[in-house]
Every structure is written in structure tokens, then in C-alpha cells.
């Protein structure tokens, strides 16, 4: 198994450029996050989906930013325009289902640091 | 006061000695996860935790639901242990998925 996969790893852009990081869960996971990780705010979810259905995008910046879903297999966390307090890891990660009296585990893939200049 | 608190925040130790990472809460909690962040920034999920202990390699994870206390242990630290590691926990009264993180333990283990 590949893991969560994303892309890309490191993107470098100019403020006003509109940014898009891919990620692929693991297969069969039925749950997508995407975290951000900044120095100052630690890990923040920005949104998460279930079964491609966005649950809870409470933690979605502003109407700058934007995640899709269009299959179980691929989403995208989309940002226009950039601004220079954008710069951070973006973490994708998948979810198995919830097995009996469990929540499920965590899996992440390696991030895409994102520099706005 | 955040709703998750680690102790210590930077930790140093000499190679071989027993670790103790610490993690308190102040929610009634469904699990806790406590997770990995390599210097080269990979995040890897080590424990889901809702009771108990659970134990993989030289990692020890204990909750106690009731103190709302949890604690990382490693035993026979080796230098590629040296990470940042986070607690997080799903809150009973957060809806869905979200958890709740802390602001991390650094540790480094020295030769």
C-alpha cells in the first residue's frame, strides 16, 4: 500500500497565484481530512469528508480556499488567490471505516509545504 | 487554557534512557491519538487510544479515562527517535471527526 499520497511537495508561488494541492487516500478509506501546520497555530483541520461528502468545513479560512472531493480516490484543496499568511504544511489524511467500538486510525501523507511570496 | 496540554514541550535525553511524554485534557474524550512528526515534517499516527494501554515495539501508550491523563513512553531511546510528538483527541461533544491537538513535545535523543 502507497499510502496517502500528495502533491505537491514543495510549491513556491507569488501572492495572487491560485494554488492546488492534490491527495490521494489510501484505498478504502472512507474519510478525508486536511489539516494545516503552521508554527504558530500548531495542526488546524480545515475540512474533512466523508464518503466524498464534506462534513464540517468550519475550519476552512475563507472563501479563498475551496476542497473537492469527486471520487473516493482524489481530492484537491484549492487556493485563490494565495497570500503570503497561506504559507504552511498542508496535510492530507484518510480514515479507515470505524471498526466495532473504535474511531478509526489516522493515516497522513508526507504534506505539501506551501511558500507565498 | 487549551483543551489539550503536553508536558514537557522540548525534551533532550541521552541515548538508552526511558522516556515519559505527558498529555492532559480537559473534555470527556471517545479516543486519543498520539502521533509522530519527523524533522523531514512526515506525520505517522503511533497510538489510538480510548482505555487501557497499548504497547507496539518500544512505545508504551497509557490513558486514564478518569484523570484524563495520558502518557507516551519509550523505552531504550535511540537517537532516531528524535521527533516532535502530539497528542490529539476527539472530543464527545466535538461533532464528527475533529480533533483537538496539542502544541507538541520536541524531543531529541542524543548519542
Known amino acids: 500500500d502507497a499510502g496517502v499520497i500528495q502533491s505537491p511537495r514543495h510549491e513556491v508561488t507569488e501572492m495572487g497565484q491560485e494554488v492546488t494541492l492534490r491527495c490521494k487516500p489510501i484505498?478504502?478509506?472512507?474519510?478525508l481530512f486536511w489539516y494545516r501546520q503552521t508554527m504558530m497555530r500548531g495542526l488546524e483541520l480545515l475540512i474533512y469528508f466523508n464518503n466524498n461528502v464534506p462534513i464540517d468545513d468550519s475550519g476552512m479560512p475563507e472563501d479563498r480556499f475551496s476542497a473537492k472531493m469527486p471520487n473516493a480516490s482524489f481530492s484537491t484543496l484549492k487556493i485563490q488567490p494565495s497570500e503570503p499568511r497561506d504559507s504552511a504544511v498542508y496535510f492530507c489524511?484518510?480514515?479507515?471505516?470505524?471498526?466495532?467500538?473504535?474511531?478509526?486510525?489516522?493515516?497522513f501523507g508526507e504534506g505539501s509545504r506551501l511558500t507565498v511570496l | 487554557k487549551n483543551e489539550v496540554e503536553q508536558s514537557p514541550q522540548n525534551l533532550t535525553a541521552q541515548e538508552g534512557e526511558f522516556i515519559t511524554i505527558n498529555c492532559s485534557y480537559s473534555?470527556?474524550?471517545?479516543?486519543l491519538h498520539w502521533l509522530q512528526q519527523h524533522p523531514g515534517g512526515g506525520i505517522v499516527s503511533l497510538f489510538m487510544?480510548?482505555?487501557g494501554k497499548k504497547k507496539h515495539g518500544r512505545l508504551i501508550a497509557t490513558i486514564n479515562i478518569q484523570e484524563k491523563h495520558s502518557s507516551l513512553h519509550i523505552t531504550a531511546s535511540h537517537p532516531r527517535d528524535s521527533a516532535v510528538y502530539i497528542c490529539a483527541v476527539k472530543g464527545l461533544e466535538t461533532s464528527g471527526s475533529r480533533l483537538t491537538f496539542g502544541e507538541g513535545t520536541q524531543l531529541t535523543v542524543n548519542p
Open positions: 484505498s478504502g478509506h472512507n474519510s
Open positions: 489524511a484518510s480514515k479507515e471505516p470505524p471498526r466495532q467500538g473504535g474511531t478509526g486510525e489516522l493515516f
Open positions: 487510544l480510548s482505555s
Open positions: 473534555v470527556g474524550i471517545s479516543a
